[in-house]
């Protein structure tokens, strides 16, 4: 019997944790298929039951050091692995203090006591302390790695952990305490900046899943009771008060509102609903109380689907391997191969010094010593990283930073990303003898009584006119269509072009005009009085400043394609990106429809991006090659579901971003290219005898200073280089 279940291992945080997994797993009877999400620290194990019990697997897996417990509740994702990350802040910590200290007391204090205390006899205790400092800071450095590295021998797949132990053996075994320690430590530092990043990742999710409502009212003849959204079954009758987010799917049986879907659609204008609409668990009600009916179980409401997709898209990214580890694999059992073969073929076949052919054996391990290597391309990452942190970029890793450097398409979210996501009065077209201030005036004292964003538009722009606003008398609310009331006496009517048309009061010619704007992506707010149309005020979400430029620049960066994304209507959609020079758009989009629109553009572009600002950008942002949200203006899922964040909101930071980002990928080449070429170099020096013990130590710090020195070059903020 074929059973899949869902195992979380509480040590999950890398590619290492899983090439363990599979490799004690795959081959074990019963089981057929295996699947890990690093994001939420799970495995799932398709297996066959009559030959294997949930049981055993976590044995398995308890076997080589790792922690699993079946089951479907999700842990903590905040709290998850907290061990694991304060227990390598503090071995960091320790390592560094202790490097420090043994330098310290090897260049001064032993020094400075021999010279002033050399009669005495417990002087000879001090030259000690520096051993045993590096020795501790090496201990503690390597704690979460010998583990690994031991576990990498087993299987017979050397790894960067193997690498690191290595290192640090050869460089002890020659008598180099300090830059055996030094590698341990530098090593220690990088994988905490890893684990970091998957917490950071951890934490989107979390956040994703608060966005729901955990408890609904239930209405059971006249009686109201709180239940559980969980709980929920089909057909329930629920009660949402205005302001209220709404708890679950459903469909409005009693009252009309406007809802506000933004964090789920996009849309950037609150939705008119009535009976007979679905809304959608996470929109919000603003204004009037409904009473709905449950369509959809909490497991499958759009919102359910919107975090599936995101712990989906983060799943298919950590099945990547890093090309460094896939290099370490190859470059760790070649180097000790090559070691062990200058220790003992000369002396065994051709009758050679044992001790003359052992000394170069450890000089290639000493030039084998992976350090200006695995130096190269962090300190060019973190020097890029900060840059751009400076520059207002924050990005949240060197793989999207190499990322952000091969970028062909990028997809942008429209409202709130490319437009500025509020409404403006574009047009107010007068057909009546009144003046342009007399109809705002008359207009926006109607508006300030309400809270639609359209209404708010002609506020603001009557008080950009300074235009002295007056109170509405009989003031009237018909909710969903518009407003009445008396000004000096006289009463007026403001709403949309569907209660102008139900008030019939719409000449040809106002028609005609209403429909010419409506094609051209407005939204029509009508004023009139008792017999006639006053005007028409038209209002429209605008581009953001500056974004013609933008998009211009990122073409001549050899962007081949920018597209839009939108839960706008066609007509909207259309206008903007014709008036953006956009070459081509999508929209009424839902999340879901959004994420098959950026799977289809990656079958034809290797590496798509996806720039938003929204809680609905989120399974976007994750599904893309490299997401980048709006830092300010953005939601706090769509900044930790990103890869990359715009923290100032200034697209024009996109051009830059490529330009440096393609100019550290440069950096890095660089400094490996550099790094192998010198141990090429003094590989050869060694196997001819040519150089020394203290010749390749110094070729080993000198090319890691040389990559470090190169990759500082990028912390030029204005990004020459």
């Known amino acids: 019997m074929l059973k899949k279940d869902v195992f979380f291992v509480k040590e999950l945080d890398c590619q290492d944790e899983i090439a363990l997994l599979k490799k004690v797993l795959e081959s074990k009877k019963g089981i057929l298929n295996l699947s890990f999400d690093v994001i939420s620290a799970k495995m799932i194990v398709e297996y066959e039951r009559n030959k294997i019990s949930p049981a055993q697997i976590i044995q398995y897996v308890k076997g080589v050091g790792l922690h699993a417990r079946l089951g479907t509740k999700k842990p903590d994702l905040e709290k998850i692995s907290a061990w694991s990350k304060s227990g390598r802040m503090i071995m960091v910590i320790l390592s560094g203090i202790f490097i420090v200290a043994g330098f310290l007391t090897d260049h001064f204090l032993v020094k400075e006591t021999i010279r002033e205390f050399h009669q005495r006899h417990y002087v000879k205790i001090f030259p000690y302390i520096p051993f045993l400092c590096y020795g501790i800071s090496m201990l503690t450095g390597l704690w979460f790695v010998v583990p690994k590295a031991f576990h990498s021998i087993k299987r017979v797949r050397g790894d960067m952990n193997l690498l690191m132990f290595i290192a640090v053996l050869g460089a002890l075994f020659i008598g180099q305490w300090f830059e055996a320690a030094s590698v341990a430590f530098l090593f220690s530092l990088a994988l905490v900046l890893e684990h970091r990043t998957i917490q950071k990742a951890r934490g989107a999710i979390a956040k994703l899943l ?322 006639k149309v006053l005007a028409l005020f038209a209002l429209a979400d605008t581009p953001r400043d500056h974004i013609q430029p933008v998009l211009r620049k990122l073409k001549r960066r050899g962007i081949d394609k920018l597209i839009m994304l939108t839960g706008d209507n066609t007509t909207s959609a259309e206008t903007i990106a014709n008036n953006l020079g956009i070459d081509e758009f999508f929209s009424e989009l839902l999340p879901e429809a959004k994420v098959h629109t950026i799977e289809k553009l990656q079958e034809t572009y290797s590496y798509v991006a996806m720039v938003g600002d929204g809680i609905n950008d989120a399974p976007a942002l994750a599904t893309a090659s490299l997401g980048i949200a709006m830092g300010t203006i953005g939601s706090d899922i769509a900044r930790e579901t990103a890869d990359i964040a715009l923290m100032t909101d200034d697209l024009s930071k996109l051009p830059w971003l490529i330009y440096h980002a393609r100019k550290a990928l440069k950096v890095i080449k660089q400094n490996v290219a550099f790094s192998l070429v010198v141990k090429v170099i003094f590989l050869t020096l060694a196997l001819f005898g040519l150089s020394s013990l203290w010749m390749a130590i110094a070729a080993d710090t000198g090319a890691a200073l040389l990559v470090v020195f190169n990759a500082l070059r990028l912390l030029n903020k204005n990004g020459k280089v």
């Open 210 to 531: 608060n966005l729901g409502v955990k408890n609904a009212r239930v209405l059971t003849g006249d009686q109201e009771k709180i239940v559980e959204v969980d709980n929920l079954k089909l057909g329930d009758k629920i009660l949402i008060k205005p302001g209220e987010k709404i708890p679950i799917d459903s469909i409005i049986t009693e009252g009309d509102t406007v809802v506000n879907q933004a964090p789920i659609t996009g849309e950037s204008m609150p939705v008119e609903k009535t009976v007979g609409d679905e809304i959608y668990a996470g929109t919000v009600n603003l204004q009037k109380a409904l009473v709905c009916e449950v369509s959809k179980l909490s497991q499958e409401t759009l919102l359910a689907k919107m975090i599936y997709l995101v712990e989906e898209a983060h799943m298919k990214k950590a099945s990547s391997e890093k090309w460094i580890e896939k290099f370490a694999g190859i470059y760790t059992p070649v180097m000790i191969l090559v070691a062990l073969t200058i220790a003992l073929v000369p002396p065994l076949f051709f009758h050679e010094h044992w001790l003359v052919w052992i000394y170069r054996a450890l000089v290639v391990l000493v030039i084998a010593c992976p350090c200006a290597l695995v130096i190269s391309t962090p300190v060019t990452i973190v020097s890029a990283l900060t840059a751009s942190a400076r520059n207002g970029v924050l990005i949240k890793g060197g793989t999207y930073l190499e990322i952000a450097a091969k970028l062909e398409a990028i997809a942008f979210d429209k409202t709130g990303t490319l437009t500025k996501g509020e409404p403006t009065l574009a047009q107010l077209i007068s057909t009546s003898d009144l003046k342009e201030d007399d109809l705002l005036l008359i207009a926006a004292s109607l508006e300030q009584n309400s809270s639609h964003p359209l209404a708010s538009a002609i506020v603001s722009r009557a008080k950009e006119r300074q235009i002295s606003l007056t109170k509405a008398d009989s003031f009237v609310e018909h909710y969903g269509k518009g407003a009445e009331g008396k000004i000096n006496n006289v009463k007026y009517y403001i709403g949309s072009h569907k209660f102008l048309h139900e008030r019939k009061l719409e000449s040809l010619t106002v028609h005609k005009e209403a429909e010419r704007l409506e094609k051209q992506g407005f939204s029509i707010v009508a004023l009139t009085d008792e017999t």
